[in-house]
Structure formats: C-alpha cells, structure tokens
C-alpha cells in the first residue's frame, strides 16, 4: 500500500516537472514570436554614431556655444553653425574639423545669431543670419558670395529669418519669423513673393522649414505648437499638434526635415525629443529625453540627413552635435526596402531668437502680430529678368495671402 502511494506521488513530481517545463517553453517561444513580430513590423529606435563637440561651450577650434543649425553634403561632411560664436565650422565625416569661417558682426561674411544652414542644389549654402535680418551665401571651402535681406517689413526685408529651404528648381523659401510670413527667392536671391496668414492659416512665428518631393512646404508653426503642411500658392492641406507631451503634441518644434523617404522629422524642442511622422502627419515613433548622455537632448534645433540613414541633431543646449543612424524593420521575407538615393541636397527686432525661445517670459502662444502689407502680384512666370530689369520675374506666382 505504501509502495503504491510512493509512485503515484513519484508520478504527480514527474507530471508537474513536466507542466512547469512545457509552460516555460511556451512563454520562451510566445516571447520570441513578439520580438520576432515587432523587429519586423516596427521601426527600430536609432543607434548611436558619435558626437561632435566637447559637450561644454567654448570658443576653440571644434568647440561650440549653442550650435543651432546643422547640415551634411553629399560625403557626408558635416557643416555646424556655432550660434553664439557666430561662426560656421566644417567637418569631415569622421568629425575632424576641415575649417572654420565667420566671426561676429555685420559685415560680409560675419553674423550674428546664425540659425539654420542649408546646401542648395547647387552645392552652395546658404544660411539665416537671424540678428542681422540677412541671408547669407557662401561656398563649401567658405568663400563669401553674396547676402540678401535688410530689416523690415517690406518684400525681400526680414525680421529675424530662420528657417530655409529648396524647391525642385533652387527656388529659395525662408521663413521670416517676426514678421510671421514665408518669402520666396529666385535662386539668386532676388524676390519673388510671400505667403502670409489668411482665414486658414495664422503664422506665428515660424521657424523650421523642407520642402518634400511634390514642393509642399513643411512649416514647424512654433509659436502655435503645430505643423502646416502648404502647397506652392499658400493653400493650407494639412496641419497637425497642439500644446502637451504626448505623442503628436508639441512644445515649440522649432525644425522641420523631410527625409529621403518622404517622412517628416520634428525637432520638438522643448520636449527635448525627436518625433517621426509619415507623410500625411501619422505619428510614427519618437527618441530623445532630456539629458547630456548619448542619445539624450537638451533644446534640439536643426535636423540634417546623410547618406547611408545618417542623420545629425544640433542638440544646442548641450553645445554638441549628435549624429545617429536610422534603422529599419527587419524584412526577413519580402523585398527588401528600396535604397536610399546616393546624392540628394537639400538641405527691427534685433532681439535673440534663442533667447526668446529658451525664456520662461515669452509672449503668449496665441498673440498674433500684425500682418505685413501685402506684396503685389506678379504674372509673368518665366523666371530670367529682361536686361533692363533687376529682378527676375517668377517662374510662378503663390498666392499673396
């Protein structure tokens, strides 16, 4: 009797032994479907490459002071503008300084708070000489070739420009922050016409500013906590954020980038985060927290692409530059994606933009100034001036709004 009560609870061991077994075998595979399911559906967050810059302010070579704005060429140089050193330095891919040019003032070639640079596609930059009221246009090496803008209110004047950006045909966009417009620019420079706020559209204070393969304009609203996204003659097709942390939410997305892929990056600044959207405004993903580790923020301003899924981040309140790879869903069946194109560029109130920005005293989100007088319709769409002229006409006429 005792014999047979000793195996049957042998037996009960055995059987339980057996179950624990099978259901940890079951929660192993259960857990290695999920990964398996999300490396394969979900984008990955972006790894980390390296730094340029020491992480502290300072005036030395490959140092910066609240670097605002950042680009990358074709090679994947990277071309910083040191805000406060009002100055722009360039390196190499490995983040060796090449050279440095600028300095601070008002004359050619010098700025004062510099705050988005872009290469045009014809591999000269251009860059926001925000308290200068100016745009400024160089080469790669530095060589200073012209400026456009003066304070004002008037066509081709500006208050405080930010952001910039290219059409398919080098028409130069820059979005005029204070006097809450977007003027457009020959790719000379020389004035085209302006879009400005109408029943659909309020401009307040826009900063960051793409345009994407259809020459939408993508405008970063900033002081509206919102994204617009506009066709060519100032027709408003979408806008997306308000005020708050959540996803798809804002608090003063000061830059803009549209991405190889059509995708849509939002520098949200003072979130201390990057947020992703697709092409019609769905949030896809977001990185960032506040922080001076790896991969950590502090007021994020201008974000730039490269070639081979190379993105950097002017990561300004950490005076360095951050530059991550993008990384893609695992396909393990199906085509793979299609690669990425190997050379695409795109890349008054005399007040501190940064400043303003960064200060817990700034005016209400809501305040409207007041709208610049309408610039006066242009006809004639082809784009080369007679002789006699010394503006180019436009190769289209947006709508004055």
């Given at each position: 009797?005792?014999?047979?009560?000793?195996?049957?609870?042998?037996?009960?061991?055995?059987?339980?032994?057996?179950?624990?077994?099978?259901?940890?075998?079951?929660?192993?595979?259960?857990?290695?479907?999920?990964?398996?399911?999300?490396?394969?559906?979900?984008?990955?967050?972006?790894?980390?490459?390296?730094?340029?810059?020491?992480?502290?302010?300072?005036?030395?070579?490959?140092?910066?002071?609240?670097?605002?704005g950042?680009?990358?060429?074709?090679?994947?140089?990277?071309?910083v503008?040191?805000?406060?050193?009002?100055?722009?330095?360039?390196?190499?891919?490995?983040?060796?300084?090449?050279?440095?040019w600028?300095?601070?003032?008002?004359?050619?070639?010098?700025?004062?708070?510099?705050?988005?640079?872009?290469?045009?596609?014809?591999?000269?930059?251009?860059?926001?000489?925000?308290?200068?009221?100016?745009?400024?246009?160089f080469?790669?090496?530095?060589?200073?070739?012209?400026?456009?803008?003066?304070?004002?209110?008037g066509?081709?004047?500006?208050?405080?420009?930010?952001?910039?950006?290219?059409?398919?045909?080098?028409?130069?966009?820059?979005?005029?922050?204070?006097?809450?417009?977007?003027?457009?620019?020959?790719?000379?420079?020389?004035?085209?016409?302006?879009?400005?706020?109408?029943?659909?559209?309020?401009?307040?204070?826009?900063?960051?500013?793409?345009?994407?393969?259809?020459d939408?304009?993508?405008?970063?609203?900033t002081?509206?906590?919102?994204?617009?996204?506009?066709?060519?003659?100032?027709?408003?097709?979408?806008?997306?954020?308000?005020?708050?942390?959540?996803?798809?939410?804002?608090?003063?997305?000061?830059?803009?980038?549209?991405t190889?892929?059509?995708?849509?990056?939002?520098?949200?600044?003072?979130?201390?985060?990057?947020?992703?959207?697709?092409?019609?405004?769905?949030?896809?993903?977001?990185?960032?927290?506040s922080?001076?580790?790896?991969n950590?923020?502090?007021?994020?301003?201008?974000?730039?692409?490269g070639?081979?899924?190379?993105?950097?981040?002017?990561d300004?309140?950490?005076?360095?530059?951050?530059?991550?790879?993008?990384?893609?869903?695992?396909?393990?069946?199906?085509?793979?994606?299609?690669?990425?194109?190997?050379?695409?560029?795109?890349?008054?109130?005399?007040?501190?933009?940064?400043?303003?920005?960064?200060?817990?005293?700034?005016?209400?989100?809501?305040?409207k100034?007041?709208?610049?007088?309408?610039?006066?319709?242009?006809?004639?769409?082809?784009?080369?001036?007679?002789?006699?002229?010394?503006?180019?006409?436009?190769?289209?006429?947006?709508?004055?709004?």
């Amino acid at each position: 009797m005792y014999g047979r009560y000793l195996k049957d609870e042998v037996t009960v061991v055995r059987n339980s032994r057996i179950f624990l077994w099978l259901v940890i075998i079951l929660i192993f595979l259960g857990g290695t479907v999920a990964l398996l399911w999300y490396y394969t559906q979900n984008e990955l967050p972006p790894s980390f490459e390296r730094v340029i810059g020491t992480g502290y302010a300072g005036k030395g070579a490959g140092e910066f002071a609240e670097p605002a704005g950042v680009a990358m060429d074709a090679s994947n140089n990277v071309y910083v503008l040191d805000t406060r050193n009002c100055r722009v330095q360039r390196f190499d891919p490995q983040g060796k300084l090449i050279d440095v040019w600028g300095g601070p003032g008002s004359g050619e070639a010098q700025m004062r708070e510099p705050l988005r640079i872009k290469l045009a596609p014809d591999n000269t930059i251009w860059l926001t000489d925000s308290a200068n009221s100016r745009i400024l246009h160089f080469t790669t090496q530095g060589e200073y070739l012209g400026e456009v803008g003066s304070l004002g209110r008037g066509d081709g004047q500006f208050a405080a420009p930010v952001g910039i950006a290219f059409d398919s045909e080098g028409y130069i966009w820059v979005s005029d922050a204070k006097n809450n417009r977007l003027q457009l620019f020959t790719p000379k420079g020389e004035y085209v016409s302006s879009l400005e706020s109408n029943g659909s559209i309020n401009f307040n204070q826009p900063w960051g500013l793409d345009i994407n393969a259809n020459d939408e304009l993508i405008v970063a609203n900033t002081g509206s906590d919102q994204i617009l996204k506009l066709n060519a003659d100032g027709e408003l097709l979408q806008k997306w954020g308000l005020k708050g942390t959540g996803p798809g939410e804002f608090n003063k997305p000061t830059d803009v980038l549209v991405t190889f892929d059509g995708c849509i990056l939002v520098s949200d600044t003072r979130n201390n985060r990057i947020q992703k959207f697709d092409s019609q405004g769905v949030y896809m993903t977001e990185w960032g927290t506040s922080g001076s580790e790896n991969n950590s923020l502090r007021n994020p301003q201008q974000l730039a692409e490269g070639i081979g899924q190379l993105f950097c981040v002017a990561d300004a309140g950490n005076n360095r530059i951050q530059i991550i790879h993008q990384r893609d869903p695992i396909h393990l069946y199906g085509p793979k994606p299609a690669p990425y194109p190997t050379a695409r560029m795109r890349l008054g109130e005399n007040g501190s933009m940064l400043d303003e920005l960064n200060s817990t005293n700034t005016k209400n989100d809501n305040n409207k100034t007041d709208t610049p007088k309408d610039a006066s319709k242009k006809d004639n769409k082809a784009k080369e001036a007679p002789k006699d002229q010394n503006k180019a006409k436009p190769k289209k006429t947006p709508k004055v709004l």
